[in-house]
């Protein structure tokens, strides 16, 4: 069965600019969440999709949006980017993620300069 | 509020020992954990979990340990592996998300 993938995995932006990330979860799985990576922060949970549905949310300004679609793939916005987003950006799916473990794709580097 | 640490942000070992990895967590309510690996550039890696009605389970080298009256997590590795060189977190699955602990580190010398 093939993993979660992400794309693009690498992204460099200006600040100002906004940016669409994409996540395509594991064949089956519903429940799609986005996180965000830096290594001051850690690991912060950015908003879960279930079944086209924001399920749940992080506490990340309004810059920040997602969505998902009929066949579970989701992407995440970020707009008018600043250099304080500049980080990884994990997408990891479950089939419901109450329920069961989360598995990760790789991520999207982004760097806004 | 919530949240899942770690007692040790960086841990060394000699290869072929046994590593402990240490995870404390606040949230009474938490009734199921995960552990994960992250190796440089790849994205978390699923290790182990356990649920709050079980104190202990094992995988293929691995040992969690769950004492919910102090509310501490652990992770044992058994003969380390260079292979095992990663940052490891400890998750907590709340209502509305996985929480993550700040990650341990983990040096397997030769």
């Known amino acids: 069965k093939a993993g979660v993938t992400q794309t693009p995995r690498y992204l460099i932006k200006t600040r100002g600019q906004q940016v669409t990330l994409s996540c395509s979860p594991i064949?089956?799985?519903?429940?799609v969440s986005w996180y965000q990576q830096t290594p001051g922060q850690g690991l912060q949970f950015l908003f879960e999709?279930?079944?086209?549905?924001?399920?749940n949310k992080g506490n990340f300004p309004g810059r920040f949006s997602g969505r998902q679609f009929s066949n579970s793939r989701s992407e995440m916005n970020v707009s008018t980017l600043e250099l304080g987003d500049s980080a990884l950006y994990l997408c990891?799916?479950?089939?419901?993620?109450?329920?069961?473990?989360?598995?990760f794709g790789p991520g999207t580097r982004l760097t806004v300069t | 509020g919530e949240s899942v640490g770690l007692h040790l942000p960086t841990l060394s070992v000699q290869e072929g020992d046994n590593s402990i990895i240490n995870c404390a967590y606040s949230n009474s309510a938490s009734d199921y954990f995960i552990w994960y690996k992250q190796e440089s550039g790849k994205g978390p890696q699923f290790i182990i979990d356990i649920r709050s009605n079980m104190d202990k389970r094992q995988g293929q080298r691995v040992t969690v340990l769950l004492n919910k009256t102090v509310k501490h997590l652990s992770l044992q590795i058994a003969a380390t592996q260079p292979g095992d060189s990663a940052v490891y977190f400890c998750?907590?699955?709340?209502?509305?998300?996985?929480?993550f602990g700040s990650g341990t580190r983990l040096q397997v010398q030769p």
């Open positions: 064949s089956g799985h519903r429940s």
């Open positions: 998750a907590d699955t709340g209502r509305r998300a996985l929480t």
């Open positions: 999709y279930f079944s086209e549905t924001q399920r």
């Open positions: 990891a799916s479950s089939y419901d993620r109450r329920t069961g473990e989360q598995y």
